[in-house]
């Protein structure tokens, strides 16, 4: 008879390897959801990034970064629009210029802006940051306006409209808040924006596949190892060419470019506290309230929980030419990116299922990349 330590001992063993086979399991499940988005022609290219426990757990790229040439997606060196969750990137930005006490989060705008048209209400800048401003969103054409503003420039599309309440009391999500916020950060700073955020989040975090949108174009960020993306859009027959757009003025919003291994980089930084310090980011972590209710928003950052229940924080994004999953999920130690090269696929319940099925794998096998 085996001592009861050897029929533990084997029992502990058996776990492992059932463990890491539904594992195993769950990552070609995982593999083969995101194969099917692209065998049925739902997305011309995907590429996604997973983190767990600090290490690379799932990486991929699936389908095409350029249709007509056949260039595959890598995970690694493919450069996508990132659209909305270019606000997480700001919103650190943001956070490491309050912690130099060079923005106050509750300051009126108008403290560093003085020259945006009074409005009936005054607003702040962590209204702003939270959509609860009263800012409206975009209308019309210029959702994909193709013209070479600067932050200054640009508040020219809305900075007559009234707002669309009393600060406060709604909320109402759009870039344009974002814009404000780049603009407030300039002119309190006396640095570009865009030079803020390279010095003090993208160089410090070692995202050196992560860029801001250029005032003359794209492509010149073209390099013999990273490669941008072309940009689509879906049509009766598949996918055709996205409009030409200028995203430079949006930047804090929207105008950030980055691969899936990029933004699950800045992700983990957050798991590992390698950000400020609790008490300024708890701010931004927290969802606001509006008339005691939860927005699930904080500062620049979703804050909800999945159909699961389980909690979360990051982004969605969506703008022409690029789609966006960004989620950190604290309880499971998992960062997850997904990058699209396609406005709005409609994909978000299938991104949804793969997302799901990830979380639901076990930490025993922590690399998986074919």
Aim: hydrophobic share 40%; net charge neutral.
């Amino acid at each position: 008879m085996k001592p009861i330590f050897a029929h533990l001992k084997d029992f502990f063993a058996f776990n492992r390897v059932v463990e890491a086979d539904k594992q195993l399991q769950g990552l070609a499940e995982a593999d083969r959801l995101l194969r099917q988005l692209i065998a049925t022609k739902k997305a011309p290219g995907i590429a996604i990034s997973v983190f767990k426990e600090g290490e690379v757990f799932f990486q991929q790229g699936y389908g095409y970064s350029d249709l007509d040439k056949n260039v595959l997606v890598n995970p690694q060196t493919t450069v996508f629009r990132i659209a909305s969750v270019s606000k997480p990137i700001a919103a650190t930005a943001l956070a490491h210029m309050v912690a130099d006490e060079i923005i106050d989060l509750d300051a009126s705008f108008y403290s560093y802006v003085p020259y945006f048209p009074k409005k009936k209400w005054d607003f702040t800048i962590r209204q702003l940051a939270s959509h609860t401003a009263g800012i409206r969103g975009y209308r019309g054409k210029e959702y994909g306006l193709n013209e070479p503003y600067s932050i200054k420039e640009s508040i020219a599309i809305f900075k007559n409209d009234e707002l669309l309440f009393q600060p406060g009391t709604g909320y109402h999500y759009n870039s344009y808040d974002w814009v404000l916020i780049s603009l407030a950060m300039q002119e309190a700073s006396g640095i570009p924006f865009e030079s803020y955020v390279k010095e003090k989040v993208l160089v410090p975090l070692a995202l050196e596949n992560t860029f801001a949108a250029t005032p003359n174009g794209l492509d010149v960020l073209d390099t013999d190892t990273l490669k941008i993306t072309k940009f689509y859009s879906k049509c009766a027959t598949g996918f055709r060419k996205a409009i030409a757009v200028n995203n430079y003025y949006k930047l804090a919003g929207g105008g950030y470019l980055s691969t899936s291994e990029d933004i699950v980089k800045l992700g983990q930084a957050y798991l590992d506290k390698r950000i400020l310090n609790d008490e300024i980011l708890e701010q931004f972590m927290s969802s606001e309230i509006v008339n005691t209710e939860l927005t699930y928003y904080g500062l620049g950052w979703q804050v909800s929980k999945d159909k699961k229940g389980r909690p979360f924080y990051g982004h969605i994004g969506n703008g022409v030419g690029g789609y966006s999953n960004f989620f950190v999920y604290p309880k499971q130690q998992m960062v997850i990116a997904i990058l699209v090269n396609a406005t709005n696929p409609n994909i978000q319940n299938e991104l949804d299922e793969v997302i799901d099925v990830l979380l639901r794998t076990t930490p025993e096998v922590m690399f998986y990349n074919k």
